[in-house]
């Protein structure tokens, strides 16, 4: 997609596509990791046989009652904390009405006028930009079932394991401007809930659902009529949708048609967005209070309970990062993407007390690797150890840079082999002999007396070719520095 930067007075600046401002929200379905449903005692567990996981109150069977689920409610705590928002000390839940197959009850238990998490922000880096996106609310609420088409010639089978499994829909102001910027978004709200431990973040199995609010305007005008993508289950499908669902809204309204509010699915085959339904709006579902639960009351003394049992937070262990490492945020940030990430970076840097090139390794050299493999950290062969020895091995002289990539190389074959052995196996040693390097040194520069004349009458690139020569003659061995170091005095005298 072809776009222009507008910039605009002040700090902000809006992305134009075609003369059109982009507006994305989105709605996130976060399944709690529970070991039981919102309401009742029936397991989570994906994967089980159909309906082997749907007791009595899911089925929603004349007499059962729904009880709350405490953990549940501690994890939205949890979230709420995370992101800075407001704790409601008294939230209250609804019942959203609608008719669907998979809904046993006719309704979904939800909260609607008071949710119980309220306001708060996301914050992101997008290249070296920080950008934050303002949250509305999150709510607790339980799934639906699975309609089942597949299996099935001309008709539907109803899979209600998944009725009852808590949620909580995290739900964006219409803040971010770009698909880049959505993305971003969704990946660092992805990390957050699962550093906390409060989601596995499985989007294949459907345990991290996002919703993209999709509209356009030219820009001044109100917001546009907004088309809400539903279910998008991975980083690439969700970039693709909304790339397409913005050319086909500007292709719409520039040929003279109104884009109709509507719910729309995205087809990962054909790369396009179909409408699937008109979208509903509160008034549709018919909302009021549920009669069966009463208001859910959080206590200070509890909110601060769960305060003291979480994990650092992303944010907190970048700044700390900074501050006892002397990285930038940017960096920081980087190595915080994960906790996986953030113990390997804290292990190997404590190891050889070299912070900033353990960080440049894992962002540059480890993280090319892992990204080749479509591997994460955790799949990594060099231990932390390892990179602390290796990069120690950089930091005293032993290697160069070049030699350490070969060592990495050795490494990455055989997780078992140490830093120094494949150094001395493989004759990857500097040489730092000065004596040695110096009678080098002398030969090159009598053998190049042009280069020798063109740096002495100011051509700063003829010191290159003399400095390649010299590392040809060492067989690579020369330590970088101190040939340069030397051949600056050798040509000053």
Same mark, same amino acid.
């Given at each position: 997609?072809?776009?222009?930067?507008?910039? @605009?007075?002040?700090?902000?600046?809006?992305?134009?596509?075609?003369?059109?401002?982009?507006?994305?929200? %989105?709605?996130?379905?976060?399944?709690?990791?529970?070991?039981?449903?919102? %309401?009742?005692?029936?397991?989570? =567990?994906?994967?089980?046989?159909?309906?082997?996981?749907?007791?009595?109150?899911?089925?929603?069977?004349?007499?059962?009652?729904?009880?709350?689920?405490?953990?549940?409610?501690? +994890?939205? *705590?949890?979230?709420?904390?995370?992101?800075?928002?407001?704790?409601?000390? +008294?939230?209250?839940?609804?019942?959203?009405?609608? %008719?669907?197959?998979?809904?046993?009850?006719?309704?979904?238990?939800?909260?609607?006028?008071? #949710?119980?998490?309220?306001?708060?922000?996301?914050?992101?880096?997008?290249?070296?930009?920080?950008?934050?996106? &303002?949250?509305v609310r999150a709510h607790l609420e339980e799934d639906a079932g699975k309609s089942l088409h597949e299996d099935f010639i001309g008709q539907t089978g109803i899979d209600l394991n998944r009725a009852g499994t808590p949620l909580l829909e995290i739900v964006t102001e219409p803040d971010m401007r770009s698909t880049a910027e959505a993305v971003a978004y969704?990946?660092?709200?992805?990390?957050?809930?699962?550093?906390?431990?409060?989601?596995?973040?499985?989007?294949?199995?459907?345990?991290?659902?996002?919703?993209?609010?999709?509209s356009v305007r030219k820009p001044g005008e109100p917001l546009g009529t907004r088309r809400e993508i539903k279910n998008l289950n991975s980083f690439k499908f969700m970039q693709q949708?909304?790339?397409?669902?913005?050319?086909? /809204?500007?292709?719409?309204?520039?040929?003279?048609?109104?884009?109709?509010?509507?719910?729309?699915?995205?087809?990962?085959?054909?790369?396009?967005? &179909?409408?699937?339904?008109?979208?509903?709006?509160?008034?549709?579902?018919?909302?009021?209070?549920?009669?069966? $639960?009463? #208001?859910?009351?959080?206590?200070?003394?509890?909110?601060? +309970?769960?305060?003291?049992?979480?994990?650092?937070?992303?944010?907190?262990?970048?700044?700390?990062?900074?501050?006892?490492?002397?990285?930038?945020?940017?960096?920081?940030?980087?190595?915080?993407?994960?906790?996986?990430?953030?113990?390997?970076?804290? =292990?190997?840097?404590?190891?050889?007390?070299?912070?900033?090139?353990?960080?440049?390794?894992?962002?540059?050299?480890?993280?090319? &690797?892992?990204?080749?493999?479509?591997?994460?950290?955790?799949?990594?062969?060099?231990?932390?150890?390892?990179?602390? /020895?290796?990069?120690?091995?950089?930091?005293?002289?032993?290697?160069?840079?070049?030699?350490?990539?070969?060592?990495?190389?050795?490494?990455?074959?055989? #997780?078992? =082999?140490?830093?120094?052995?494949? *150094?001395?196996?493989?004759?990857?040693?500097?040489?730092?002999?000065?004596?040695?390097?110096?009678?080098?040194?002398?030969?090159?520069?009598?053998?190049?007396?042009?280069?020798?004349?063109?740096?002495?009458?100011?051509?700063?690139?003829? $010191?290159?070719?003399?400095?390649?020569?010299?590392? @040809?003659?060492?067989?690579?061995?020369?330590?970088?520095?101190?040939?340069?170091?030397?051949?600056?005095?050798?040509?000053?005298?």
């Open positions: 997609m072809n776009t222009v930067v507008d910039k @605009k007075s002040g700090a902000n600046e809006s992305l134009l596509v075609r003369g059109y401002e982009v507006v994305i929200g %989105f709605e996130t379905h976060a399944q709690l990791s529970t070991q039981s449903k919102i %309401f009742s005692r029936a397991p989570t =567990a994906f994967g089980a046989e159909p309906n082997t996981q749907a007791c009595a109150v899911d089925l929603a069977l004349p007499g059962t009652l729904p009880v709350m689920n405490k953990g549940a409610v501690e +994890r939205a *705590i949890e979230l709420g904390l995370a992101l800075g928002s407001h704790i409601a000390p +008294r939230s209250i839940f609804a019942r959203k009405n609608y %008719f669907y197959p998979d809904l046993p009850k006719g309704y979904q238990i939800s909260q609607f006028e008071i #949710p119980v998490v309220q306001g708060g922000s996301v914050e992101f880096y997008l290249g070296d930009e920080k950008k934050s996106v &303002r949250l969704a990946k660092e709200l992805h990390k957050i809930v699962t550093w906390i431990g409060i989601c596995d973040g499985n989007m294949q199995e459907g345990s991290f659902r996002c919703d993209a609010n999709v949708a909304i790339d397409f669902e913005i050319r086909w /809204q500007i292709e719409e309204i520039e040929d003279g048609r109104a884009i109709q509010q509507a719910t729309v699915l995205f087809n990962p085959d054909t790369g396009e967005t &179909r409408a699937m339904r008109s979208k509903e709006d509160a008034a549709d579902y018919r909302y009021f209070p549920d009669p069966d $639960l009463p #208001p859910l009351v959080i206590a200070p003394e509890w909110v601060e +309970r769960v305060r003291a049992s979480m994990t650092e937070l992303p944010r907190v262990m970048a700044a700390r990062f900074c501050a006892d490492y002397g990285l930038s945020d940017y960096d920081a940030t980087a190595l915080t993407q994960s906790r996986e990430v953030a113990s390997y970076f804290e =292990a190997a840097a404590k190891a050889c007390g070299q912070p900033k090139l353990v960080g440049n390794w894992i962002m540059g050299e480890i993280s090319r &690797r892992l990204n080749a493999a479509e591997s994460d950290i955790s799949a990594c062969p060099v231990s932390a150890v390892q990179l602390a /020895q290796l990069v120690g091995r950089i930091q005293d002289g032993t290697i160069s840079n070049n030699a350490a990539k070969q060592v990495m190389d050795a490494l990455w074959t055989d #997780p078992q =082999a140490q830093v120094d052995a494949v *150094i001395e196996a493989k004759g990857l040693k500097q040489m730092n002999d000065t004596g040695a390097l110096e009678k080098i040194v002398d030969a090159v520069l009598a053998a190049n007396p042009k280069n020798v004349d063109e740096f002495r009458a100011g051509n700063a690139k003829a $010191l290159n070719a003399l400095v390649g020569q010299i590392m @040809k003659g060492s067989q690579g061995k020369a330590n970088p520095q101190q040939v340069n170091d030397l051949l600056k005095q050798k040509l000053a005298g």
